[in-house]
């Protein structure tokens, strides 16, 4: 499978915990995006990556929320103290580059705290 | 703010209906407007268009862009239950970020 792969696809956790999603870009993409998606809206934009560094940062994205792409290829996207309003679908998307700006999705990660 | 805005947020058709989705949006720095569809999980990529007028087709699927109205239309014919979707458009800006704002999506429902 060369698409973009993002893992768990579910995850439940009591709230104040503290969870971890991992995105697999498809390989020759050096643009990486997370997105938060609640029920009926679209995609809500949270951080994007050029290779390893992070260069946009949503409002959206509180001190509680980081996310690292160390080596410029798999992006971790890290929730502390979780709260019930960060139940959403997390979704992951990746992009070649300047010339082409189309972005592909991965299969997501679905959140409920609990 | 950057807004995408999308009309319909809902339509029900029987198959064999045509169906026009509308897609507006004020951004700064527009580069591209994507639409993509969405079934249960990920969206998928259907067009990106740049240029006005140029009409792109796939299929039963077509769409333009009018870059001076800011607007775009999604065109689907002779729809079958498989169309059953959220059609989500997106804007790309050119900025530094290059991000995506998207529209909150039309919730198309074909019936048999």
């Known amino acids: 499978d060369t698409g973009v792969s993002q893992d768990p696809r579910h995850k439940i956790t009591k709230r104040g915990q503290n969870v971890t999603f991992r995105c697999d870009p498809i390989s020759e993409h050096n643009r990486l995006y997370w997105y938060r998606q609640t029920l009926g809206q679209g995609p809500e934009f949270l951080t994007y990556?050029?290779?390893?560094?992070?260069?946009?940062k949503s409002r959206l994205l509180s001190d509680r929320f980081s996310a690292e792409r160390p080596k410029g290829s798999f992006s971790t996207l890290e929730i502390q103290r979780t709260e019930q309003g960060d139940s959403a679908m997390y979704l992951c998307?990746?992009?070649?580059?300047?010339?082409?700006?189309?972005?592909?999705f991965g299969q997501g990660t679905r959140l409920t705290v609990v | 703010e950057d807004k995408v805005v999308q009309s319909p947020l809902s339509l029900v058709v029987h198959e064999g209906d045509t169906v026009t989705l509308n897609c507006s949006y004020e951004v700064t720095n527009f580069r591209s407007l994507l639409w993509y569809k969405q079934e249960k999980k990920a969206p998928t990529f259907l067009f990106m268009l740049t240029s006005s007028g140029i009409e792109k087709k796939s299929g039963r699927l077509s769409s333009i862009l009018d870059k001076k109205e800011l607007f775009s239309i999604l065109n689907i014919t002779a729809t079958q239950t498989g169309d059953s979707a959220v059609y989500l458009c997106?804007?790309?800006?050119?900025?530094?970020?290059?991000?995506?704002?998207f529209g909150p999506g039309t919730r198309l429902s074909v019936l048999p």
């Open positions: 997106a804007v790309a800006m050119d900025n530094y970020g290059q991000n995506f704002v």
């Open positions: 998307a990746s992009s070649v580059g300047t010339t082409r700006t189309e972005a592909f």
């Open positions: 990556f050029q290779n390893e560094a992070q260069l946009e």
